[in-house]
């Protein structure tokens, strides 16, 4: 037997999926708020860290290149009349500034006339950068191991031993060269002012630093990555900007925020290209507001109990006027003779109703607008076109719907030719024209059910519903269609701009069991096509058509 629920029951269920979902929704909104926020906070830190740390580095070396030029003017040197003097200069300076391992001074050759502790003494360093850079002026080398000191200075760690150098010529009164002062710091300097600043940082918020020289090589970090090369889309977007945080993917395939600073310099040091780059795991920084969202809807689930109750004694005394007529109804239909009483509340009960109908209506506007946004996160703002996002999204589903059945796939990857000289040319609007135009003959190029997405720039890829027994075929005709419709002029503001495509091509299940593989071979078959010219199809499996062969 059918079971009716009462009112009571329907306020109390109705109360519970409006907290519920209310909370749901709120936690979303305050937690997608506070993640950007948080992000915004960690990430300039990290930027201001690490431009602290560079900060430190570059005053540093100053400092003490300005320490080598006072003594490279002393009467001591400018005038060697015994080198056990020199040395003994030398040896003093060593013993206040542990971070020189090694300081000498030659003559006008490269012979090390006096060094500290002896070292090298009488032996020629002529052929070596610090001498021959030193005597033409003021020179500061990047990071490089040891060559003569390596087996002549201690070395407790046992580690390979990485030097600066600075060195400068010392000249007498006429301006002829006397000789060259030069010196090794040790690299461990840089690792003790990281200790000095950064530590407590990076122990409190698990914050990692590197230092990376102008080749990219990493000078500074963890073990297993110092000398690795590392490159970050951040790095060549720098610019002008001294520091700058982004959320940046990392070799490892994780993402981070990564604060990042390049050395300017102090005074009349230029700097060496050094970048100073901070990272935090992007999970680690969400995980506040992960928590917070989980707080919210813990509450969210007590309110719900709470009002659910609440919602049962309100519905009580809102029925009660309806129970008061269901038991007069009664009891006319058992003969009595009653009187069915006059209900003052029908008012508050109709506006109650359309009080529910008005949040519920509003809910649904909320959510339609959570996904009007989610949309726009899926589509590119200039063309219209679905995006990389959207794109990782539709391959599994496409994948799955397509599994089995007679029909496959065809990926083309295109890529605009003369797209950038027109940009350079004309500007960002006129580029933009071109974008909007190139997209819009792509779209008319398709058939039902294909996809054109934009990845980027004026790379895009084709998604085509094919006939597996025919399905080359098919694929390049799109291909040439679509060449074809990007040959034609494009206007702007009386003038008309040519550009064309190259195509890369494969198949799927034909040349890979998944969709994300066949991307990858189509952008090789791509890459192909664009080395043997401009405007043809090169499909996976075939090689590609040399300049003056047909397509």
């Given at each position: 037997m059918?079971?009716?629920q009462?009112?009571?029951?329907?306020?109390?269920?109705?109360?519970?999926?409006?907290?519920?979902?209310?909370?749901?929704?709120?936690?979303?909104?305050?937690?997608r708020?506070?993640?950007?926020?948080?992000?915004?906070?960690?990430?300039?830190d990290?930027?201001?860290?690490s431009y602290?740390?560079?900060?430190?580095?570059d005053?540093?070396?100053?400092?003490?290149?300005?320490?080598?030029?006072?003594?490279?003017?002393?009467?001591?040197?400018?005038?060697?009349?015994?080198?056990?003097?020199?040395?003994?200069?030398?040896?003093?300076?060593?013993?206040?500034?542990?971070?020189?391992?090694?300081?000498?001074?030659?003559?006008a050759?490269?012979?090390?006339?006096?060094?500290?502790?002896g070292?090298?003494?009488?032996?020629?360093?002529?052929?070596?950068?610090?001498?021959?850079?030193?005597?033409?002026?003021?020179?500061?080398?990047?990071?490089?191991?040891?060559?003569l000191?390596?087996?002549l200075?201690?070395?407790?760690?046992?580690?390979?031993?990485?030097f600066?150098?600075?060195?400068?010529?010392?000249?007498?009164?006429?301006?002829?060269?006397?000789?060259?002062?030069?010196?090794?710091l040790?690299?461990?300097?840089?690792?003790?002012?990281?200790?000095?600043?950064?530590?407590?940082?990076?122990?409190?918020?698990?914050?990692?630093?590197?230092?990376?020289?102008?080749?990219?090589?990493?000078?500074?970090?963890?073990?297993?990555?110092?000398?690795?090369?590392?490159?970050?889309?951040?790095?060549?977007?720098?610019?002008?900007?001294?520091?700058?945080?982004?959320?940046?993917?990392?070799?490892?395939?994780?993402?981070?925020?990564?604060?990042?600073?390049?050395?300017?310099?102090?005074?009349?040091?230029?700097?060496?290209?050094?970048?100073?780059?901070?990272?935090?795991?992007?999970?680690?920084?969400?995980?506040?507001?992960?928590?917070?969202?989980?707080?919210?809807?813990?509450?969210?689930?007590?309110?719900?109990?709470?009002f659910?109750?609440?919602?049962?004694?309100?519905?009580?005394?809102?029925?009660?006027?309806?129970?008061?007529?269901?038991?007069?109804?009664?009891?006319?239909?058992?003969?009595?003779?009653?009187v069915?009483?006059?209900?003052?509340?029908?008012?508050?009960?109709?506006?109650?109703?359309?009080?529910?109908?008005?949040?519920?209506e509003?809910?649904?506007?909320?959510?339609a607008?959570?996904?009007?946004?989610?949309?726009?996160?899926?589509?590119?703002?200039?063309?219209?076109?679905?995006?990389?996002?959207?794109?990782?999204?539709?391959?599994?589903?496409?994948?799955?719907?397509?599994?089995?059945?007679?029909?496959?796939?065809?990926?083309?990857?295109?890529?605009?030719?003369?797209?950038?000289?027109?940009?350079?040319?004309?500007?960002?609007?006129?580029?933009?024209?071109?974008?909007?135009?190139?997209?819009?003959?792509?779209?008319?190029?398709?058939?039902?059910?294909?996809?054109?997405?934009?990845?980027?720039?004026?790379?895009?890829?084709?998604?085509?519903?094919v006939?597996?027994?025919?399905?080359?075929?098919?694929?390049?005709?799109?291909?040439?269609?679509?060449?074809?419709?990007?040959?034609?002029?494009?206007h702007?503001?009386?003038?008309?701009?040519?550009?064309?495509c190259?195509?890369?091509?494969?198949?799927?299940?034909?040349?890979?069991s998944?969709?994300?593989?066949v991307?990858?071979?189509?952008?090789?078959?791509?890459?192909?096509?664009?080395?043997?010219?401009?405007?043809?199809?090169?499909?996976?499996?075939?090689?590609?058509?040399?300049?003056?062969?047909?397509?």
């Amino acid at each position: 037997m059918l079971r009716i629920q009462s009112l009571r029951s329907h306020y109390a269920l109705l109360t519970v999926a409006l907290v519920c979902l209310l909370s749901l929704l709120l936690g979303s909104l305050i937690s997608r708020d506070s993640s950007q926020r948080i992000r915004e906070e960690i990430g300039r830190d990290l930027a201001e860290s690490s431009y602290t740390m560079v900060d430190r580095l570059d005053r540093d070396m100053q400092s003490r290149a300005s320490m080598l030029q006072v003594i490279g003017s002393l009467d001591a040197l400018r005038q060697p009349a015994d080198s056990r003097e020199v040395r003994r200069l030398l040896d003093e300076l060593q013993g206040k500034f542990p971070t020189i391992a090694w300081i000498g001074f030659t003559d006008a050759q490269g012979q090390v006339l006096a060094s500290s502790n002896g070292i090298l003494e009488g032996a020629s360093i002529a052929q070596r950068p610090v001498f021959l850079e030193g005597s033409k002026g003021l020179f500061i080398g990047d990071v490089h191991e040891a060559v003569l000191l390596a087996k002549l200075l201690p070395n407790p760690t046992g580690e390979a031993m990485k030097f600066v150098d600075i060195s400068l010529p010392v000249r007498d009164d006429a301006g002829r060269l006397i000789g060259v002062l030069a010196s090794h710091l040790s690299w461990s300097w840089a690792d003790e002012v990281r200790e000095a600043i950064l530590k407590p940082i990076e122990e409190n918020r698990q914050i990692e630093f590197f230092v990376v020289g102008r080749d990219r090589t990493i000078l500074l970090g963890p073990r297993e990555m110092v000398g690795q090369r590392l490159h970050l889309p951040m790095m060549n977007e720098l610019a002008d900007q001294q520091s700058e945080w982004a959320v940046q993917q990392w070799p490892d395939g994780q993402e981070y925020l990564t604060g990042l600073t390049a050395s300017q310099g102090y005074l009349d040091y230029p700097g060496l290209g050094w970048m100073v780059v901070a990272r935090q795991d992007l999970q680690l920084a969400d995980a506040p507001v992960r928590a917070m969202h989980l707080t919210i809807l813990g509450w969210g689930v007590v309110l719900a109990v709470l009002f659910a109750a609440c919602g049962w004694l309100l519905a009580s005394y809102v029925t009660r006027p309806l129970r008061t007529i269901a038991r007069a109804a009664d009891r006319l239909a058992n003969g009595e003779i009653t009187v069915i009483p006059e209900i003052g509340s029908l008012r508050e009960i109709a506006r109650l109703s359309h009080s529910i109908r008005h949040l519920v209506e509003s809910l649904t506007h909320q959510h339609a607008e959570l996904d009007a946004l989610e949309n726009r996160a899926h589509h590119d703002p200039l063309t219209g076109l679905p995006n990389r996002a959207a794109l990782a999204r539709f391959l599994p589903r496409a994948q799955q719907r397509n599994q089995g059945s007679q029909d496959g796939l065809a990926v083309l990857y295109l890529d605009l030719d003369g797209f950038k000289p027109v940009n350079d040319r004309y500007g960002h609007a006129a580029g933009d024209q071109v974008l909007r135009e190139a997209a819009s003959r792509m779209r008319a190029c398709l058939r039902g059910g294909d996809l054109v997405v934009r990845l980027g720039g004026d790379e895009f890829l084709m998604i085509l519903q094919v006939a597996a027994d025919d399905a080359a075929n098919q694929a390049r005709q799109v291909a040439e269609r679509t060449i074809q419709a990007l040959a034609g002029p494009i206007h702007w503001e009386n003038q008309q701009l040519l550009i064309g495509c190259s195509i890369g091509g494969a198949l799927w299940p034909q040349d890979a069991s998944s969709l994300e593989q066949v991307v990858e071979l189509a952008d090789q078959a791509l890459y192909r096509a664009k080395q043997t010219g401009r405007s043809r199809v090169t499909l996976h499996g075939e090689a590609p058509a040399a300049d003056g062969d047909p397509q």
